[in-house]
């Protein structure tokens, strides 16, 4: 997302009331009132191509907001976690600390199953037509599951590998499955398990 769009969509969801739709003419004078009328035209495109702003309508063009737009906003707006360890000892732990200056070592797992990417492949080989993708980033989608396909083909696949494209085809393709699941086209339950994979 772009940083106009991210504006503009953060400007219709403060716009957002009970029973009435925000507009992007009103948000753009309201709210962003230095911006010419192509820019503001411009990210509001950006945004309904990727599903986030839904039915433009009217002389105002009044939007409805997706549930993806909305979650997009909140967690945009989330205080960041807290994290706070209380440690008495910390001898033989396998919770350590790193002094100011020093560095360590992290290590993150994620628990994706061979299966889950066999039947990712297999989604986005049968159902990545329904996206509606343009050609760039279709070319681009067809790469990441051949690249997913060739690692699970090997004995032991490259961790590595698989996360970073599978990070990458969710990137690429939540807009579109978040349209197809606003307008209803598709079965939910047939892309939300993936975009709760990486």
Same mark, same amino acid.
């Given at each position: *997302?772009?940083?106009?769009?991210?504006?503009?969509?953060?400007?219709?969801?403060? *716009?957002?009331?009970?029973? $009435?739709?925000?507009?992007?003419? +009103?948000?753009? *004078?309201? #709210?962003?009132?230095?911006? %010419? $009328?192509?820019?503001?035209?411009?990210?509001? !495109?950006?945004?309904?191509?990727?599903?986030?702003?839904?039915?433009?309508?009217?002389?105002?063009?009044?939007?409805?907001?997706?549930? &993806?737009?909305?979650?997009?906003? %909140?967690?945009?707006?989330?205080?960041?976690?807290?994290?706070?360890? !209380?440690?008495?000892?910390?001898?033989?732990?396998?919770? #350590?600390?790193?002094? !100011?200056?020093?560095?360590?070592?992290?290590?993150?797992?994620?628990?994706?199953?061979?299966?889950?990417?066999?039947?990712?492949?297999?989604?986005?080989? /049968?159902?990545?037509?329904?996206?509606?993708?343009? #050609?760039?980033?279709?070319?681009?989608?067809?790469?990441?599951?051949?690249?997913? +396909?060739? =690692?699970?083909? =090997?004995? /032991?696949?490259?961790?590595? &590998?698989?996360? /970073?494209?599978? $990070?990458?085809?969710?990137?690429?393709?939540?807009?579109?499955?978040?349209?197809? &699941?606003? %307008?209803?086209?598709?079965?939910?339950?047939?892309? #939300?398990?993936?975009?709760?994979?990486?």
């Amino acid at each position: *997302m772009t940083p106009d769009e991210n504006d503009l969509l953060c400007a219709l969801v403060d *716009m957002t009331t009970p029973g $009435k739709k925000p507009s992007i003419v +009103e948000a753009g *004078m309201q #709210q962003l009132p230095d911006w %010419a $009328k192509d820019r503001l035209l411009l990210a509001a !495109h950006g945004l309904e191509k990727q599903g986030y702003i839904l039915n433009p309508t009217g002389p105002l063009f009044n939007v409805a907001l997706s549930s &993806i737009a909305r979650k997009y906003v %909140a967690a945009l707006r989330a205080p960041p976690p807290a994290q706070s360890i !209380h440690i008495g000892t910390n001898n033989h732990s396998p919770i #350590q600390q790193v002094g !100011h200056g020093a560095s360590g070592t992290q290590t993150v797992t994620y628990n994706v199953t061979r299966d889950d990417l066999q039947k990712l492949v297999t989604l986005f080989r /049968e159902h990545s037509a329904e996206l509606d993708l343009d #050609q760039k980033s279709q070319r681009q989608v067809e790469s990441y599951v051949s690249t997913i +396909e060739a =690692q699970l083909d =090997q004995d /032991e696949p490259n961790s590595v &590998i698989l996360r /970073e494209a599978g $990070k990458s085809l969710k990137t690429i393709s939540e807009g579109a499955i978040g349209n197809l &699941i606003a %307008a209803g086209i598709t079965n939910p339950g047939l892309w #939300q398990w993936f975009l709760g994979l990486f």
